[in-house]
């Protein structure tokens, strides 16, 4: 429901996802007289997700929407660098998704309860982890899920496909099938491995 412009240098990209979006424009997205010519100025968001190793590209565009008055401007960064620079430039968010990825890998092969993380910053993530055996049987005010362990349950779910009950009561009693929504910070999530 929303219109759509993609830009690439690259003809070949353009005609491949030409079919997909609103408008499809080859040209270089750092021009700002370009992008003016294409109405950018008017979108809501832009998303710059230009890859390779120099950060060049990405930067000059970022300074070109942010200067044109974009209102959110999303970037795509390949290391904590490159975000560094984008941030200082004006972007809005900045992603760095093989980092992400790289990140929410190692949780899962190390962790046996830890199996999706979201972060939602440096400090805070949200994650869906197996209930620990001590909790099963037991309600979340009898555990002081939130006083004992620092943590908000948002959401249980059950692993075996039920329904998803969000914010659950305090007198819940967990069962062995549920997964169990928690937001927190990083290291009190952890701690909760060792239970």
Not at 125 to 143: C, F, H, Q, R, Y
Request: hydrophobic share 40%; with cysteine; charged share 30%.
């Amino acid at each position: 429901g929303y219109e759509v412009l993609a830009i690439d240098k690259n003809m070949d990209k353009i005609n491949a996802i030409a079919n997909l979006v609103t408008r499809a424009a080859c040209t270089d997205a750092k021009d700002e007289s370009l992008l003016k010519q294409l109405g950018v100025k008017n979108s809501d968001c832009a998303i710059v997700c230009i890859g390779g190793d120099d950060i060049t590209d990405s930067v000059l565009t970022t300074l070109a929407l942010k200067d044109m008055g974009v209102k959110q401007v999303v970037c795509k960064a390949k290391d904590n660098m490159h975000k560094t620079v984008l941030k200082k430039v004006g972007a809005d968010n900045v992603i760095i998704p093989e980092q992400e990825a790289g990140i929410k890998a190692a949780i899962e092969l190390v962790s046996d309860r830890l199996f999706d993380i979201i972060e939602l910053s440096d400090e805070y993530s949200i994650v869906d982890a197996v209930v620990p055996n001590t909790w099963i049987g037991k309600s979340i005010m009898e555990l002081s899920v939130r006083k004992k362990y620092n943590v908000n349950i948002v959401a249980i779910k059950s692993n075996n496909g039920g329904k998803v009950n969000i914010s659950p009561e305090p007198e819940y009693k967990f069962k062995d099938t549920d997964i169990v929504v928690l937001v927190g910070d990083i290291e009190s999530i952890n701690r909760l491995e060792s239970i």
